[in-house]
């Protein structure tokens, strides 16, 4: 009896415990906080099944302050999302797969890459380069890379018949799976030779071509060449003896042709206009031998000139350079290299003025707007656009496509300050917002050179034009690569390349002034700056800086010096071969070369004057021993950067 007394005497204080326990935690939960502890809400407890909306930030308007500065900012403009799908079991993505973009905000680079045993078939927009880069999205977009499986490789192997009738630029060999595309070739006529179609079809005679692997075969295709006979035509101008404006304004004039090998080219009576052309050439020679731009009032296919009929043509005087072959050789080289997408067709004449004998000309195709991109497109983000580097912009027709990029405190040593050269635009612009894109994109592009980063430069531009028109500009020694005559052009939605190499009369040599004339006189790109650490001029000395912006930004970064080395490898027995046909087209130009010495004997002394009275052969061999030391020397000179850095 005593025990269970015990018992229910603790059960009953265990209970008085427990009822006190939820008391005090009622209390605690329903009473009301004090006022000073700011940690604690003072809004009303919510009657049961009522929802009490969260209290709103007082706005500017009702308490006389900002919001609180941790609220996000508000949201400016639009955005789009980019996103690059594949199949994880055929292979794999290089780059930021997933995209916020804002408005007209290029897309970084991503790249497909095929797992072994699959290829990379393209992308299912229809693209094909493995890398994409620089995408203008207006809506939200899914792009997938495509792949398949390999079963087996085969070879196709281009050739040239017979070897010295020709070269093929691009992958000359390509291992390709059944049903693979292969990559662009071109078949590149030897001086004295004409491209006259492919083995596995005569009848093709497009020298471009991209095959698709349909058997499980190696094949062989040869490019035909056949010779022909080399011929130096002559083109007559008759402005009814009305004399050349100074002021280079157009006169009307008629042409006539004869002596092309085609006599389809063969032309008379000609409608047409002719100015004079150039900058420091028209101020040296506008009284003796200029240069002209014609302008036909119809497409003709001069002389066979370039690949189609055109209406604008450039007669090029090459007055002062002695061998009439700088210009033409490294023309010769754009064609020969696989980089280079857009380069100049030009052919030596004799050219008649108004019945008077005017010499050695080379007749060359003019680039304009719509022979290389298309502008006629509603979006500026859309339309391709030319461009050229040009000093003396400010002095051409349409200041309103002068382009002048932001360049604050240009960072490389010893070079300090700001330092710009405009832009010209070359093309149709169909708008101010048209202009504005050029200005934009040109100035992102400046942006990511000066990086020096190979995504941000590769993400824009086109890396194979500029290797390969970064070693044609150093090869010639070319002193105006960064001054003028220094082409870009960007594709329609696409990338922006190196092209149209142009006006190389005073290089490879042939500038005495300032020891230029040396095949080692240093890096063009650096002339300004310093070469292995020696300063060629004063620091900061403006004046006197004559290099590519562009070019200096890489010119020591590993990636690209790698790069360059690589591609030189590739091209010395593309050089040997340009050698040999400097050889080929001055014996064939001799007897044309010694009618113009006769005509301008004396008149051509810029800027080479101590050696004008050499003999042409003299001149010739010069320009050769020149252009093989040259590139002995930035073999060496790369080289030592690569490893000094």
């Known amino acids: 009896m005593k025990k269970l007394f015990l018992l229910s005497a603790v059960f009953v204080v265990l209970f008085a415990l427990l009822i006190g326990c939820t008391a005090l935690v009622t209390t ?22 009522v929802t009490t909306p969260p209290p709103s930030t007082p706005g500017p308007d009702e308490t006389g302050s900002p919001p609180n500065e941790t609220d996000p900012p508000p949201v400016v403009g639009s955005t789009n999302t980019l996103t690059f799908q594949f199949n994880r079991n055929q292979g794999s993505l290089v780059g930021t797969a997933v995209q916020i973009l804002e408005e007209f905000e290029p897309s970084t680079a991503v790249t497909a890459r095929a797992a072994p045993g699959f290829r990379f078939d393209g992308w299912s927009d229809g693209a094909i380069t493995a890398t994409r880069s620089g995408l203008i999205i207006t809506q939200d977009t899914t792009i997938t890379a495509l792949f398949s499986p390999i079963s087996q490789l085969n070879t196709i192997h281009y050739m040239a018949s017979p070897p010295r009738g020709g070269t093929i630029s691009g992958r000359s060999q390509q291992s390709l799976a059944t049903g693979e595309r292969s990559s662009e070739v071109r078949a590149v006529a030897a001086v004295g030779f004409r491209f006259a179609g492919w083995s596995d079809n005569p009848n093709n005679t497009t020298p471009t071509r991209r095959d698709t692997l349909v058997t499980g075969d190696d ?39 004869s002596g ?46 370039g690949q189609a009929s055109s209406r604008h043509w450039i007669l090029f005087s090459s007055h002062g350079e002695p061998t009439f072959l700088r210009g033409w050789s490294m023309m010769r080289l754009g064609q020969l290299m696989s980089g280079i997408p857009k380069v100049t067709d030009s052919m030596h004449i004799n050219l008649y003025l108004n019945g008077d004998f005017r010499g050695i000309y080379m007749l060359i ?15 500026p983000h859309e339309m391709g656009f030319l461009v050229e580097l040009n000093s003396r912009a400010w002095g051409q027709p349409n200041p309103d496509k002068v382009l002048v990029i932001n360049n604050p405190g240009f960072y490389a040593y010893p070079f300090n ?9 070359r093309s149709n612009i169909p708008s101010p917002a048209h202009l504005n894109y050029i200005r934009q994109y040109i100035q992102r592009v400046h942006n990511a050179f000066l990086t020096g980063d190979y995504n941000q430069i590769s993400a824009l531009v086109d890396i194979p034009s500029l290797i390969d028109m970064f070693i044609l500009q150093e090869l010639s020694n070319n002193r105006d690569v960064g001054l003028a005559s220094f082409y870009m052009y960007k594709t329609p939605g696409g990338l922006l390349y190196f092209a149209i190499p142009w006006d190389f009369d005073i290089s490879l ?22 070469r292995r650490g020696i300063n060629i001029v004063e620091p900061g000395s403006r004046e006197n800086f004559r290099g590519n912006l562009w070019f200096l930004a890489v010119a020591r970064q590993t990636w690209f010096l790698e790069m360059v080395i690589e591609r030189m490898q590739e091209l010395n027995p593309i050089i040997t071969h340009l050698i040999s046909e400097i050889s080929i087209m001055a014996g064939f130009l001799a007897p044309h070369v010694e009618l113009n010495r006769d005509r301008w004997w004396g008149t051509g002394t810029f800027p080479n004057g101590n050696t004008w009275n050499w003999t042409y052969q003299q001149h010739v061999n010069f320009l050769t021993d020149w252009m093989r030391q040259r590139w002995t020397f930035l073999n060496n000179e790369f080289r030592w950067l690569l490893n000094n850095r």
């Not at 605690?28 to 099944?49: A, R, V």
């Not at 083109?235 to 002021?247: G, L, S, W």
């Not at 195709?365 to 979006?379: A, G, K, P, T, Y």
């Not at 095949?519 to 700056?529: I, R």
Request: negative net charge; charged residues 20%.
């Open 28 to 49: 605690i939960l329903t009473s009301e906080p004090p006022e000073s502890d700011p940690s604690i809400s003072d809004q009303p407890t919510p009657e049961p099944g």
């Open 260 to 305: 092309a090998r085609n006599p389809a080219h063969n032309f008379s009576n000609l409608s047409a206009q002719i100015r004079g052309r150039g900058n420091s050439s028209w101020d040296f020679f506008r009284d003796t031998k200029p240069s002209y731009r014609l302008r036909l009032d119809d497409p003709r296919h001069l002389f066979g000139v």
């Open 417 to 425: 300050g700001t330092y710009n050269r405009p832009f010209y635009v």
């Open 365 to 379: 195709e003019h680039f304009v707007l719509d022979s290389i991109n298309d502008s006629n497109r509603n979006q």
């Open 219 to 257: 094949l062989v295709i040869y490019a035909i060449f056949v010779p022909i006979n080399l011929v130096v035509p002559t083109m007559r101008i008759d402005t009814n003896n009305v004399p050349m404006r100074p002021d280079q304004v157009y006169i009307p004039a008629t042409v006539s042709t």
């Open 509 to 530: 040599g042939q500038d005495f002034r300032h020891s230029w004339n040396n095949a080692s006189h240093g890096l063009m790109t650096f002339t300004g700056f310093c």
